[in-house]
């Protein structure tokens, strides 16, 4: 018999939440299938089978919240487990005709977990529905028989978590992990930091152009799209070096100033945001910016991004434009002192420099920062280089 237990969640994580089992009890497993899926308030990741075998008990059920090293259920190898013998046993002819035989042989169809349940509850097995393999009845079986029965008292964390109807026009559905960790952690960058935001604009004329004339030769070479994340990014990385107090953070009474450039990502996915982080950026060239952002990106989206990926960043940029957002003032992302806002690209009128007024593609772009560490002069000056480096995208080749 192989347990299957919580795994080690990462640092500083100590639960989580059971979001979905992937099997039912009774369906056989092979070695390194995944199994349940674990919601922490970093990430969603899956548990898989220790062994191969049969998934003879299920102990903790969707919406609970389990520690690390806890059991989650129970396996029963390909040795142990005889799927067959109980209906063996029940076409084999009975060696009395006595009314205790039968019963005695519909005891055996049901696992030990099923019959503590329904003689604990005094539930006859018979009025349980089973979805296990064969019809089989299983724990989950018997405890959506019990909450069914009791639905006006039943009060369960699985219960909790589903939506739960309060009135005609309204429904109650319970926070995941992930977002309720999402909620705490941009209250405490507003109450923790004095934050801050300003504002600039960027022609984003030559970036454009620069991208149409050379994005078909750079796919080609490097098997990956050129989008505008690693301008912003070389741009940002640039910035940070002239003013390292952007890429900086405070521990109690001091300053912290990081000498490499991690560059953290927001991400939007169906659970929540989440921020995978590109390290050393200062050394890798657009092409491979990009191919690792579009790789941190899927994964993060599939659910399959690790802690790892997601801690250590210096600084942050955030695009709403690809939902269309004009101008927003970014939240921190704790412990990181700054945070760059990208926005949607638009067609306004400008006034050039011989006095014309010309219809140019315009981002708005926000930096939010702790003032605390950054001053205002500061946080100005980087915008004001991220403005001069995407209107002269030499700049970013150059390193200047």
């Known amino acids: 018999m192989a ?27 092979a070695a390194d299938e995944p199994i349940v899926e674990l919601e922490t308030d970093k990430v969603t990741l899956e ?6 075998g049969v998934l003879v008990s299920i102990g903790v059920k969707s919406g609970e919240t389990v ?26 002819p ?62 369960t964390s699985a219960v909790q978590a589903a939506p739960r109807a309060i009135g005609p026009r309204e429904e109650r559905v319970k926070m995941t992990r992930l977002r309720q960790r999402i909620a705490q952690r941009l209250k405490e960058a507003q109450n923790n930091a004095a934050m801050l935001t300003t504002f600039n604009e960027v022609d ?8 149409n004339l050379y994005k078909d030769q750079f796919e ?30 405070i521990s109690g009474d001091e300053i912290i100033y990081k000498n490499y450039y991690d560059i953290g990502v927001a991400v939007s996915t169906p659970q929540g945001l989440v921020v995978p982080v590109v390290r050393d950026c200062e050394e890798k060239s657009m092409a491979t910016i990009e191919s690792e952002i579009g790789a941190l990106g899927l994964r993060a989206r599939d659910g399959k991004i690790t802690l790892e990926e997601m801690t250590g960043g210096t600084f942050t940029i955030t695009n709403g434009g690809v939902f269309g957002s004009l101008m927003s003032t970014p939240i921190l992302n704790p412990p990181q002192s700054g945070i760059l806002g990208m926005h949607k690209i638009q067609q306004r009128p400008m006034v050039m ?18 003032h605390r560490i950054i001053d205002g002069r500061e946080a100005v000056t980087f915008l004001v280089r ?15």
Do not use: C
């Open 204 to 211: 984003m004329t030559a970036v454009m152009e620069l991208r």
């Open 386 to 400: 991220i403005k001069d480096a995407l209107e002269d995208p030499q700049r970013l080749l150059l390193d200047i």
């Open 3 to 29: 347990q299957i237990k919580v795994p080690t969640l990462g640092e500083s994580v100590t639960e989580a939440t059971v979001a979905q089992w992937l099997k039912k009890e009774g369906d056989v497993v």
């Open 353 to 370: 420099p011989d006095g014309s007024i010309k219809a140019r593609p315009m981002m708005y772009l926000a930096l939010s920062y702790d």
């Open 67 to 92: 520690g690390v090293g806890a059991i989650l259920g129970e396996i029963a190898n390909d040795a142990g487990a005889k799927p067959a013998a109980p209906a063996a046993a029940a076409s084999a």
């Open 94 to 155: 009975a060696p009395a005709a006595t009314p205790a035989a039968p019963a005695k042989a519909e005891e055996q169809k049901l696992s030990p977990a099923v019959q503590k349940i329904t003689a604990d509850n005094n539930i006859n097995p018979a009025s349980v529905e089973g979805t296990g393999k064969d019809g089989r009845i299983t724990k989950g079986d018997v405890i959506n028989h019990i909450e069914t029965a009791r639905a006006p008292n039943a009060v």
């Open 220 to 249: 080609k070479k490097h098997g990956v799209k050129l989008g505008f994340m690693s301008f912003f990014v070389k741009a940002a990385v640039n910035a940070l070096k002239e003013l390292p107090a952007v890429n900086a953070e």
């Open 47 to 52: 548990v898989n089978a220790p062994s191969a």
